[in-house]
């Protein structure tokens, strides 16, 4: 479809190469840089985007998009670089759970008098549900030597009921950064219960943070919950 247009898209980017991650409520954004040649005139500026189905006829996943002005590589050839923040919103009329896994990219440029150019750039996108963690570490202070209690939830983002639900059978790592320390350790891997729920018990050894940790997989992102400080005594 490009080459008939007379325009063609290359480097094109979506989101680092990152999963684009969604939850139930804000907007995200969604970071893409590419190269356009093309010598015709256009009517508005080209943007690049997941799609699934048939290219120009099935779903597109963005809600709004906006793009920056050409900045020209080679004036003669008409070749231009530019940038788009797509902004997509888990509460679109068409937009649920079936929106998760791979989706292709498309680039499009649209072209006086209606007509447009849309090309697949043959580049794979992963879109995932959000991921939810919380935590909680007791007794706070702390006596040394004695059992602190770190519990927590789990949650994923549900695209059809626009809420969090509980994600049970995962297993998530708890983590320690103990005082003056600029990092995390992995203490221990928990699962979660049919409610999503966390527990465990540890020795109190330091003063420190801990949190816990899911890494995510090929459905759900990755998220680390707030640290909650614990001074051992």
Same mark, same amino acid.
């Given at each position: ?16 190469? $990152? ?19 093309? /010598?015709?005139? &256009?009517? =508005? ?10 290219? *120009?006829? !099935?779903?597109?996943?963005?809600? +709004? ?12 050839? !008409? ?7 797509? &902004? ?7 937009? !649920? ?19 447009? *150019?849309?090309?697949?750039? $043959?580049?794979? +996108? ?46 998530? =790592? ?8 600029? +990092? ?9 219960? $049919?409610?999503?729920?966390?527990? /465990? /018990? ?6 420190? /943070?801990?949190?816990?940790? &899911? &890494? ?7 998220? =680390? +919950? ?8």
């Amino acid at each position: 479809m490009g080459e008939r247009a007379g325009a063609s898209f290359s480097r094109v980017t979506v989101n680092g190469g $990152k999963p684009i991650v969604i939850g139930v409520r804000e907007k995200v954004e969604v970071y893409a840089t590419f190269r356009m040649t093309t /010598t015709l005139k &256009y009517s =508005s500026a080209p943007m690049v985007f997941p799609y699934r189905g048939r290219l *120009d006829s !099935g779903d597109e996943l963005w809600t +709004s998009v906006i793009s920056s002005d050409c900045k020209v590589a080679n004036k003669a050839k !008409g070749i231009c670089d530019f940038e788009n923040w797509l &902004y997509i919103a888990s509460r679109h009329v068409c937009f !649920g759970n079936e929106a998760v896994g791979t989706w292709k990219t498309a680039a499009r440029l649209h072209l006086p008098g209606g007509a447009q *150019d849309t090309d697949d750039q $043959k580049l794979p +996108s992963q879109v995932k549900r959000a991921t939810r963690v919380t935590v909680n570490a007791s007794p706070e202070p702390a006596r040394k030597g004695r059992t602190i209690t770190v519990t927590g939830r789990v949650t994923r983002a549900n695209w059809d009921t626009h809420t969090y639900q509980a994600y049970a059978d995962r297993t998530v =790592s708890l983590q320690f950064k103990a005082a003056g320390s600029s +990092s995390y350790r992995t203490v221990k891997k928990v699962k979660s219960t $049919k409610t999503g729920a966390l527990k /465990t /018990t540890v020795k109190a050894t330091a003063s420190g /943070t801990w949190r816990w940790t &899911y &890494y995510g997989n090929a459905m759900s992102g990755a998220k =680390s +919950s707030p640290g909650d400080h614990v001074a051992v005594r």
